[in-house]
């Protein structure tokens, strides 16, 4: 008898945030095309209200992690995404800018990509208070595959002091 599935599920951490529109509503539909186009998404964060990173002069941002299984590898899994920012208005103008929905690949199992417009892990998911709060909410133990240290001790090393309120 042949196994029902021959690939093997990878456990892929996203982050999804918003600071235009109605935020909660965008990052809600962003779920709903990763659950389509991705894989099923098994663990979601709360939602958090946070502080714009990089370009502070805009809107606060509603952000939250998710957990997903899929059979995508990690450059399918970068076009998917790419096609649901598109198609829910994202537009790239500058960098750090206000937006409709940002979704980042923090981790993708323990897979380590160094590519052409592709890294993983997320290279400054470290550096983010808005990352490692909802992160630690999902796995606080789960282990960096390059820096070798577990995502709590990442947020009490981390310098980001800015504020991550978590929403109802």
Not at 56 to 61: C, G, I, L, P, S
């Amino acid at each position: 008898m042949q196994p029902l599935h021959t690939k093997k599920y990878i456990n892929v951490y996203l982050s999804l945030g918003s600071n235009l529109g109605n935020r909660r509503e965008n990052i809600v539909s962003a779920s709903t095309l990763i659950h389509k186009k991705v894989g099923k998404i098994v663990k979601s964060s709360h939602f958090y209200e946070t502080q714009p990173y990089g370009k502070t002069d805009q809107d606060a941002f509603v952000n939250q992690v998710v957990m997903v299984n899929t059979l995508l590898d990690p450059r399918a899994m970068l076009e998917e995404i790419t096609k649901i920012e598109r198609e829910l208005g994202r537009e790239r103008k500058e960098k750090w800018g206000p937006r409709t929905i940002d979704i980042d690949i923090l981790f993708y199992g323990k897979r380590i990509v160094r590519d052409k417009g592709l890294e993983i892990p997320h290279p400054e998911l470290h550096k983010r208070a808005f990352v490692l709060v909802p992160m630690m909410e999902l796995d606080p133990e789960l282990e960096h595959p390059t820096l070798n240290v577990a995502i709590d001790q990442l947020y009490m090393d981390c310098e980001d002091d800015s504020d991550v309120m978590m929403l109802d």
